[in-house]
């Protein structure tokens, strides 16, 4: 798709079901039959969420990029720049996501000792961080918070 069209959850959720009925039946099938599965359990994983990042930034920068083609300049090319600026800072974040679940994942099916525990939350709050700054209004507002700080700390030097 080239554009944003609005899918009812019903749609949505029958092309999920092609991914979700087989990645359940492999995750199931490694994890209780074959333990030589789990390549084809982590290529699914990582190769189903890289596509869906990609597709959908670049469904994100084709429709931004369309704007470009009326002569804009000033306050408007900065703001255009800007919206093309957040699409691919999201599509690094969300690729970033994807390989620490990934490795998450990884970690879970490859290594069978309840040590891996000890890594899980780590790589679990790398992710939330990483999934939270992927929302503009996340990242502005922790902008906002940091400057914050800041400003406070250099009033603070000044006394």
């Known amino acids: 798709s080239k554009r944003?069209?609005?899918?009812?959850?019903?749609?949505?959720?029958?092309?999920?079901?092609?991914?979700?009925?087989?990645y359940t039946a492999l995750f199931v099938g490694q994890i209780h039959f074959y333990y030589w599965l789990f390549p084809f359990v982590i290529i699914t994983h990582?190769?189903?969420?890289?596509?869906?990042?990609?597709?959908?930034?670049?469904?994100?920068?084709?429709?931004?990029?369309?704007?470009?083609?009326?002569?804009?300049?000033?306050?408007?090319k900065a703001i255009h720049d800007r919206m093309l600026n957040g699409v691919y800072f999201m599509r690094r974040l969300s690729l970033c996501c994807t390989i620490l679940s990934t490795i998450a994942i990884s970690i879970v099916l490859i290594i069978y000792d309840t040590q891996i525990m000890i890594y899980l939350p780590f790589l679990w709050t790398v992710y939330s961080i990483c999934f939270t700054l992927n929302f503009i209004r996340n990242r502005q507002s922790l902008y906002q918070s940091l400057f914050s700080m800041y400003q406070c700390c250099k009033y603070r030097q000044r006394r």
């Open 46 to 76: 990582f190769v189903f969420n890289t596509f869906c990042t990609w597709k959908f930034a670049e469904i994100l920068l084709h429709s931004y990029k369309q704007s470009t083609g009326y002569n804009i300049g000033g306050a408007a």
């Open 4 to 22: 944003f069209n609005h899918a009812p959850t019903g749609l949505v959720m029958k092309y999920f079901i092609l991914y979700l009925i087989p």
